[in-house]
Nanobody, 123 residues
């Protein structure tokens, strides 16, 4: 089975950028679709972006489209989330997750989750 560890979170002012990384170990990483989700205090965990196993298809939540970019490097077994033009509303714990099969916005399709990394955006 695959294990996931997120990194790259931190504090940034509005308009700034961060790049999150999700490192995979064990299992067969290349066979998994990957997703990024986020959860703010007191709110539900929500879809951010997905990418399929071959990195040929991506999907984004409307709130981040045009600002965030998901990518993966299967040779490095790592998935990335480049976040530009960050806004205070982006403040949340960000999680990466792996799914067998096609990528999905439904978090219930993801069987393996990282521990999360905090992103804080100040105005």
């Amino acid at each position: 089975q695959v294990q996931l560890v997120e990194s790259g979170g931190g504090s940034v002012q509005a308009g700034g950028s961060l790049r999150l990384s999700c490192a995979a170990s064990g299992g067969t990483f290349n066979n998994h679709a990957m997703g990024w989700f986020r959860q703010a205090p007191g709110k539900e965990r929500m879809f951010v972006a997905t990418i399929n196993w071959s990195a040929g298809t991506t999907d984004y939540a409307d709130s981040v489209k045009g600002r965030f970019t998901i990518s993966r490097d299967n040779a490095k077994k790592t998935t990335y989330l480049q976040m530009n033009s960050l806004e205070p509303e982006d403040t949340a714990v960000y999680y990466c997750a792996a799914s067998w099969g096609v990528a999905s916005r439904n978090l219930e399709r993801y069987t393996i989750w990282g521990q999360g990394t905090q992103v804080t955006v100040s105005s």
